[in-house]
């Protein structure tokens, strides 16, 4: 499966949604979906029970939480919604990296270079929203794969399913 192909399947109503402009969203949106999948693995082992879950929300909770800052009429309140986006990409990748022993590296590293695509996209939407930059330190994000055109493509494309 690819990101085109994964695309193809939402429906209309989301896609007519002015929030489908903004990548962060869309990829927040794919990595909720790919999330399900890794989750349904991770259930299968008594040892990830309760990751799965944490993972289920988390991942879910990127979407959601763009979904709720874009629909704010103000910069700086959309900024926070942003915000709470960035602690669920950063909590994301951190149960992906938990869970990487049931998953594989494979799969987990590719979810983790899905998720720095999406924090970086957030760090630069945050700012921008709330008309200053963030009191951190900048971090240098670097996909794992970056063979296709543009940086960080190629999660797009190949997209391990096991």
């Not at 990595?31 to 349904?40: K, N, Y």
């Not at 929300?57 to 910069?75: F, K, P, V």
């Not at 909590?91 to 720095?116: C, N």
Request: aromatic share 8%; proline share 4%.
């Amino acid at each position: 499966m690819t990101f085109l192909e994964w695309e193809a399947q939402v429906p209309p109503s989301i896609k007519e949604d002015s929030v489908w402009k903004s990548k962060a969203y869309r990829l927040a949106l794919f990595v909720s979906d790919l999330a399900w999948h890794d989750a349904t693995k991770l259930l299968k082992d008594k040892r990830t029970l309760s990751l799965a879950d944490q993972l289920i929300r988390a991942a879910g909770g990127i979407s959601a939480d763009i979904e709720e800052g874009y629909s704010r009429g103000t910069g700086r309140d959309r900024a926070r919604f942003y915000e709470y986006g960035l602690g669920s990409a950063r909590e994301s990748r951190g149960w992906y990296f938990k869970g990487r022993h049931v998953l594989g590296e494979k799969v987990s590293q590719h979810r983790i270079a899905l998720i720095e695509e999406i924090i970086k996209l957030l760090i630069t939407m945050i700012p921008d929203q709330r008309g200053q930059i963030l009191s951190e330190e900048p971090v240098p994000y670097r996909a794992q794969c970056q063979k296709a055109g543009s940086e960080g493509e190629e999660v797009l494309v190949n997209v391990p399913m096991q």
